[in-house]
Each structure stands twice: as C-alpha cells, then as structure tokens.
Nanobody, 127 residues
Framework: VQLAESGGGLVQSGGSLRLSCAASGYSLEPYQIGWFRQTPGKEREGISCIISGDGTTVYADSVKGRFTISRDNAKNSLYLEMNDLKPEDTAVYYC?????????????????????WGKGTQVTVSS
C-alpha cells in the first residue's frame, strides 16, 4: 500500500483545512487507518483513527470537537477535516494504515501499530 497526503498549507488561527490521503496498491477498506502529526523534537502523535470493522472514530483530546476523520472506500481515500485551527496544531501530518486487519481501540494512537505511512504534509497555523 502506498499512501500520499495532500491539502496541507498555511492558515490563520481559527481557519480550516482538509487533508486527504490517497491510497494505491491495495484497498484500505479492511485496514485500521489514522492520522498522526509530528513537530521537530517531539514524538509522532496519534490524533485520530477509524477503527476497522465497525468504523468507530476516535480522537486525541487535543483535537476532539475540532477535527473530523472520514474515509471514502470508493476513492480509496482518508480525510481529515480540521476546523478552528490553532498555532499548536502546526506540524507535519501523516496518514497511516495497519495491514493486520485487526480492530483495536486501546492503542490506536501508537505509532508502532501502523506499518504503512505517507510522506506527510505540512500544516502551519499562524497566530
């Protein structure tokens, strides 16, 4: 599976962006998929995930109520709608997929659960 993010950019505080992640090579439908972000010197942070099987969506507390994750199986794509952006949301955003075809919620935010990654897209929020 190859993943490619797009949609990042520069936005003012309070603004919105929609990130996309296009998959190729294999269908994402059976996989648990998510979004992570990383800033220099910090660990890659899990921010949202779609749990495989029932499609439950989960979010980190830092983005809950502002970000919405969704998928379009027909387009083999994952999305992240980001509203009310804040300067602390500035980071490189990555989409990721777990090819094991298992469902789990307890560790969805862990980087090491995912084996396919995109190259990332930069999001910068100015104050």
């Amino acid at each position: 599976v190859q993943l490619a993010e797009s949609g990042g950019g520069l936005v003012q505080s309070g603004g919105s962006l929609r990130l996309s992640c296009a998959a190729s090579g294999y269908s994402l439908e059976p996989y648990q998929i998510g979004w992570f972000r990383q800033t220099p010197g910090k660990e890659r942070e899990g921010i949202s995930c779609i749990i495989s099987g029932d499609g439950t969506t989960v979010y980190a507390d830092s983005v809950k109520g502002r970000f919405t994750i969704s998928r379009d199986n027909a387009k083999n794509s994952l999305y992240l709608e980001m509203n009310d952006l804040k300067p602390e949301d500035t980071a490189v955003y990555y989409c990721a997929a777990d090819s094991r075809r298992i469902s789990y919620e307890s560790t969805w935010y862990r980087r090491d659960e995912f084996d396919y990654w995109g190259k990332g897209t930069q999001v910068t929020v100015s104050s």
